[in-house]
């Protein structure tokens, strides 16, 4: 069997035609290069600094999370660095009363969106006032739950539709994430439902400690959202016009009522997953680390601006600076925010207390009191 069943009957001819589709788009290569003039989005010199500005500054932010971690300081933190493009240029692309559903390492997405850093500090910490999202600021709070996101984002996204806004919501997974069933659930839902909703698949090659060979048998996560008959496409991860674009493009197609789309980009975390004691160098070799080390996001975009006399040494400067300012201000804003108490968190759980809960309410305000 297997053969010669007839003449147009061959399955793995199928698969191997689908799978072949999916060839990585790029427009910036790793030396700076653009390689696909084509598709090019030409944006100004006002917003390729600012794209590049934001990059550097949420690396200074990922470094400076991790000393803070280290210090004590901060609570939960899962790392970025090498995940700039992929965050921040889909970021980009959108508009600002567009919906965010970030997973735990998207943080730097809902920063950008408008989530004060002393908050984001605060959600490390597991702290509520973390959670609460200023008025207006249409951010989920990051989800922990692999995959949840997927189907809360396929909901949002029919909401929106339903009242005809023309926005979008985004979400994020990883790798790891896209064997989940809240995935596929998500993924079909909003395609059956032709929802504005655009699902990322942050490919950064590892689930912890679990590689992405063994994942999945797919050649590609993009291809998934085939079978949910959503467009879908793989991009280079740490291209930050190739995002930018493969992300507006599929804004553009949301909110003209074509449904949703899938975009996974291909990436690299170079910390460990979190910083709650996973060791890298258990399970990647320095081999892997400088293969992708050298198709850095922000090394090949300073290239790319240097060349068009939009970036120098001194203006990154300048931002780094910035960034490390601020960020100490923010950290002292949340040292001074008052600390949570276990009635902040019960009442923070519930519109209405349960009736058990009610009891241990009560003996924890008077605890509090003394
Ligand atoms: C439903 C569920 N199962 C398991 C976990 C434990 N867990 C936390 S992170 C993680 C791996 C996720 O990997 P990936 O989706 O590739 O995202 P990355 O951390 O690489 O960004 C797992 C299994 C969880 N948080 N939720
Ligand atoms: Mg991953």
Known sequence: ?????????????????????????????????????????????????????????????????????????????????????????????LEKEDWILPGYRDVPQIVWHGL??????????????????????????????IGAQYVQAAGVALGLKKRGAKNVAITYTGDGGSSQGDFYEGINFAGAFKAPAIFIVQNNQFAISTPREVQTSAKTIAQKG?????????????DPLAVYVATKDARDRAINGEGPSLIETMCYRYGPHTMSGDDPTRYRTSDIDNEWAAKDPIVRF???????????EQKETEVIELAKEEIKAAIKQADETPKQKVTDLISNMYEELPRNLEEQFKIYVEKESR
Do not use: C
Not at 49 to 78: K, P
Not at 132 to 144: R, S
Not at 226 to 238: K, Q
């Open 1 to 93: 069997m297997g053969e010669n069943i007839a003449k147009n009957f061959d399955p793995k001819q199928t698969l191997n035609e689908i799978e072949d589709k999916f060839q990585m788009f790029q427009i910036l290569n790793e030396d700076g290069v653009i390689v696909n003039e084509e598709a090019n989005p030409n944006l100004s010199d006002e917003e390729l600094v600012e794209l590049m500005t934001r990059m550097v500054y949420t690396r200074i932010l990922d470094q400076r999370s991790i000393s803070l971690n280290r210090q004590g300081r901060l609570g939960f933190y899962a790392p970025t660095a090498g995940q700039e493009a992929s965050q921040l240029a889909s970021h980009y692309a």
């Open 116 to 145: 004060p850093l002393w908050k984001a500090f605060l959600f490390s910490r597991g702290h509520f006032v973390g959670n609460q999202m200023p008025e207006g600021l249409n951010v989920l709070p990051p989800q922990i739950i």
């Open 226 to 238: 085939i079978a949910a008959g959503i467009a879908s496409v793989l991009v280079d991860g740490m």
């Open 302 to 312: 300073r290239k790319y601006l240097e060349g068009k006399g939009l970036w120098s």
